[in-house]
């Protein structure tokens, strides 16, 4: 029993180690209560926590967000000498996570956790604050990219009559012993 205790000592000294730090993968959630075009205030203990912005960018994938004139840094952008373009650095937002951003409570201006209440026949974002509805942000009614033009040709049918107008009749199948007699 004694030397079970010695070699579990031993055993616990040798693993106190300072293991590497292990890269977290994301949470990929599947409701977000964030979306483009919230006003979002940096919690926790980021670097930036305090500051207020709109958020520019969801990363779903990822689970983190880009928020304007939040977590900025120097990118340096290369030039290029045949073209005589000059290198240069520029101010660029960097991702935050998920977790390290809330809601800005409209009342009280201060960052707050939410619940989601139909009201009307339909879901809206309540601030636990006060009680305030948070509406959707007005840039989601835009698309971020634009539906491509589609163009009508002369091949594309005009009349609705005409879609369901049987055109195509298939041949009945030949029988082996048809295509002998014909060679």
């Known amino acids: 029993m004694a030397t079970r205790m010695r070699l579990t000592k031993i055993m616990s000294k040798l693993g106190r ?12 959630l599947r409701k977000w209560d964030i979306v483009r075009g919230d006003r979002v205030q940096v919690i926790g203990d980021h670097a930036e926590a305090g500051k207020q912005g709109v958020v520019t960018k969801v990363l779903r994938k990822l689970d983190r967000v880009i928020v304007e004139g939040v977590n900025v840094a ?15 650095t520029v101010q660029k937002e960097r991702t935050i996570p998920y977790s390290m951003v809330n809601l800005v409570d409209p009342v009280t201006n201060k960052p707050t956790r939410i619940y989601k209440k139909i009201i009307d026949g339909e879901k809206v974002r309540v601030s636990k604050r006060s009680g305030a509805v948070i509406p959707r942000p007005d840039v989601l009614n835009f698309r971020r990219r634009p539906h491509s033009n589609i163009v009508c040709s002369v091949s594309d049918t005009a009349n609705e ?17 048809s295509d002998r007699m014909e060679e």
């Not at 120097?74 to 240069?88: F, L, Q, Y």
């Not at 107008?165 to 041949?171: A, D, R, S, W």
């Open 74 to 88: 120097p990118k340096i952008i290369k030039g290029n000498p045949e073209r005589g373009i000059k290198g240069r």
């Open 161 to 177: 009559s005409d879609v369901w107008e049987i055109t195509y009749v298939p041949q009945p199948p030949k029988d082996e012993d």
């Open 17 to 28: 180690g300072r293991s590497p730090k292990k890269p977290t993968e994301p949470l990929h």
